[in-house]
């Protein structure tokens, strides 16, 4: 009898067999392994029963509005969780990957994204664009142009269909003609940059500036970036032209704002990216526009007074400054008048100054750029060497933070020149 039960038992493997997936995922694990899977399965269910995804998704984007990305890709993942192909969870969480510098996270979730919904959502393809490099790169970025202009056909139709009567709401989230133009532009860095030894590189670099101003005929960033066209092809008027347009464009309007301590949006929405206004600075540096340059780098230490090329610039335009006006001095075969001694005097202190704090912010930050370092010994050289820092001198010691509100008028002192 014993026998027989023990035999019975043994042919009922159905039961078993109705459950054939739910420990596969952890066969071979350790016991430990096991533990930490069953807990994230268990987290999982707790989470789709308290939150649904779309109150996921808002507490990301409150995060991510906030900046800080650790929470955002918390909340992302936890929404991932529950609906793993979600496509705007996998965009948000992209982003957030990018932000946070892992670029690898970044490149899987807006594959994946590609993958679910290929011909919709433009911004997945300008992210893997800047991901990748060279012919990659020109590939994704034109295909996120197809997306575009497919999506601004529709808009258009569908404003087209709804009348003048009642036109539809602005939404921030729609693509707009100035995103086309911003795509063309990243194109043309490209053949400007790491394809610029590709035959005919020359042409197509052009060729995408001419059509990113078709679609934004006023964009700074593609007037600024045909000016380096021009100017890497030696059309320097011409490109002086593009360049004056484009920081036109901008800069009087956030003087005036920074004048009158507005912070208008639209004002601000209308200034380039920060690295973009320190080519602005180098390249109004190579046509001599120095003042201009003076300001674009005021502006841009006030924003942020911890990135070493700013120093640096600031310093080499209040040297070019000097030379230029000895050079003037020389010309005219004139004597040094008392006002000139002390005006070359301010400059050559203000260029001493900015150099030092490049030198030692490049030291703290321990930055990689053995060019500028040499170029700013060879100019301290010149100039009579590193200021010394004395109380009351803006000059960067060991422990430098950036400035405060109430030390900002010290720290502006070398520039009124």
């Given amino acids: 009898m014993g026998g027989q039960a023990k035999g019975k038992k043994k042919s009922k493997p159905k039961k078993k ?7 596969s995922g952890i066969v071979g694990l350790t016991p430990q392994e096991r533990m930490k899977v069953r807990m994230h399965e268990k987290a999982k ?9 779309q109150q996921l998704l808002e507490k990301t984007e409150e995060c991510m509005d906030t900046f800080d990305f650790e929470m955002a890709g918390l909340f992302c993942q936890r929404a991932l969780d529950v609906e793993s192909d979600n496509l705007q969870a996998l965009d948000m969480l992209g982003h957030i990957c990018s932000e946070l510098g892992n670029t690898q996270k970044a490149k899987e979730a807006f594959l994946r994204a590609v993958e679910l919904s290929p011909d919709e959502g433009h911004s997945k393809y300008m992210y893997l664009g800047q991901i990748h490099t060279g012919q990659e790169a020109v590939d994704y970025y034109t295909k996120g142009i197809q997306v575009l202009l497919s999506a601004l056909e ?4 569908t404003t087209a269909q709804a009348g003048a ?3 539809p709401d ?7 003609a100035k995103d086309v133009c911003i795509a063309y532009c990243s194109i043309a860095e490209i053949y400007l940059a790491d394809l610029c030894m590709e035959e005919g590189a020359a042409d197509k670099c052009r060729g995408f500036i001419e059509r ?8 700074p960033e593609a007037l600024q970036l045909m000016a380096s066209y021009l ?3 030696e059309r320097n008027e011409e490109g002086k032209e593009y360049l004056l347009k484009s920081v036109g464009l901008w800069l009087p309007a956030q003087k005036q704002s920074a004048a009158s301590s507005s912070t208008e949006e639209d004002t601000q929405n209308e200034v380039p990216p920060y690295e973009s206004r320190i080519t602005t600075a180098k390249l109004l540096l190579e046509c001599e526009e120095y003042e201009m340059a003076v300001d674009v780098l005021e502006d841009l230490l006030e924003e942020d007074d911890e990135v070493v090329q700013v120093w640096y610039l600031s310093g080499w335009v209040c040297y070019l400054q000097l030379e230029k006006a000895k050079e003037q001095q020389e010309r005219e075969g004139r004597e040094v008048a008392e006002e000139e001694t002390e005006e070359w005097k301010a400059l050559k202190e203000a260029a001493r100054t900015y150099l030092t704090n490049a030198k030692k912010l490049y030291s703290k930050l321990r930055c990689d750029d053995q060019p500028m370092l040499e170029h700013v010994e060879q100019l301290l050289g010149e100039l009579g060497g590193e200021m010394e820092g004395e109380e009351g ?13 109430e030390e900002e008028d010290d720290a502006d002192a070398p520039m009124e020149h």
């Fill in 45 to 53: 269910k707790k989470t789709a029963e308290k939150y649904s995804v």
């Fill in 170 to 176: 602005k939404d921030p989230q729609l693509p707009t």
């Fill in 393 to 405: 001198d803006p000059v960067l010691d060991d422990d430098y933070e950036p400035c405060s509100d």
């Fill in 231 to 233: 100017f890497s092809t």
């Fill in 154 to 157: 529709k808009q258009s139709q």
């Fill in 165 to 167: 009567a009642a036109p």
């Fill in 212 to 219: 990113a101003l078709q679609y934004h005929y006023d964009n």
């Fill in 17 to 23: 067999d109705n459950r054939p997936n739910r420990e």
